[in-house]
T-cell receptor
Framework: AQKITQTQPGMFVQEKEAVTLDCTYDTSDPSYGLFWYKQPSSGEMIFLIYQGSYDQQNATEGRYSLNFQKARKSANLVISASQLGDSAMYFCAMRESTGANSKLTFGKGITLSVRP | DAGVTQSPTHLIKTRGQQVTLRCSPKSGHDTVSWYQQALGQGPQFIFQYYEEEERQRGNFPDRFSGHQFPNYSSELNVNALLLGDSALYLC????????????FGNGTRLTVT
């Protein structure tokens, strides 16, 4: 079974508007971490935001926020006030607590295009 | 503060050849992981090094091997290259911590012809 599911087709958003990128995950581990990364066409994977499974509040980092719904096993990324530079691939990823420094498991990614 | 650096940025090899990719972790980081990203896909975990030992390994054949040096830098070696090994190879570093974020380099684009 897929651990991280990102099923949205390419997403489009108007500049200055907000957009939500969906992510669902599957784990039986009660302790895990969820991450979002941005990958521009240059290829670098840029860390955006982190949410721990026991965190009581949704994570926020500047224009990025994570809508964490634990019971639904979803961790959607919300980007507010979109900018042209936000156009990129976005990946949701998870680290489970099994073993120290466990691997990061990625979804297939979502392409976001910001229109001027 | 230098981030994760990888070399070379691009590489073209022929089937059957061997290749070595290099990575220097972010300053202060002691754990290095390698990922393979095929076109249009998410990165796939190859292996992770900590204290100069391979700690975890993904579902990759033995043709993929690695090494970590005392200064925490790392190499990824791929033997007997196949066309299917063509991909972006990403190195990531982190500082211990079960859920510490991984910081990635710009990657090495490997093309096997």
């Amino acid at each position: 079974a897929q651990k991280i599911t990102q099923t949205q087709p390419g997403m489009f958003v108007q500049e200055k508007e907000a957009v939500t990128l969906d992510c669902t995950y599957d784990t039986s581990d009660p302790s895990y971490g969820l991450f979002w990364y941005k990958q521009p066409s240059s290829g670098e994977m840029i860390f955006l935001i982190y949410q721990g499974s026991y965190d009581q509040q949704n994570a926020t980092e500047g224009r990025y926020s994570l809508n964490f719904q634990k019971a639904r096993k979803s961790a959607n990324l919300v980007i507010s006030a979109s900018q042209l530079g936000d156009s990129a691939m976005y990946f949701c990823a998870m680290r489970e607590s099994t073993g120290a420094n466990s691997k990061l498991t990625f979804g297939k990614g979502i392409t976001l295009s910001v229109r001027p | 503060d230098a981030g994760v650096t990888q070399s070379p940025t691009h590489l073209i090899k022929t089937r059957g050849q061997q290749v070595t990719l290099r990575c220097s972790p972010k300053s202060g980081h002691d754990t290095v992981s390698w990922y393979q990203q095929a076109l249009g896909q998410g990165p796939q975990f190859i292996f992770q090094y900590y204290e100069e030992e391979e700690r975890q390994r993904g579902n990759f054949p033995d043709r993929f091997s690695g090494h970590q040096f005392p200064n925490y830098s790392s190499e990824l070696n791929v033997n007997a290259l196949l066309l299917g090994d063509s991909a972006l190879y990403l190195c990531a570093s982190s500082l211990g911590g079960r859920f510490s974020p991984l910081h990635f380099g710009n990657g090495t684009r490997l093309t096997v012809t």
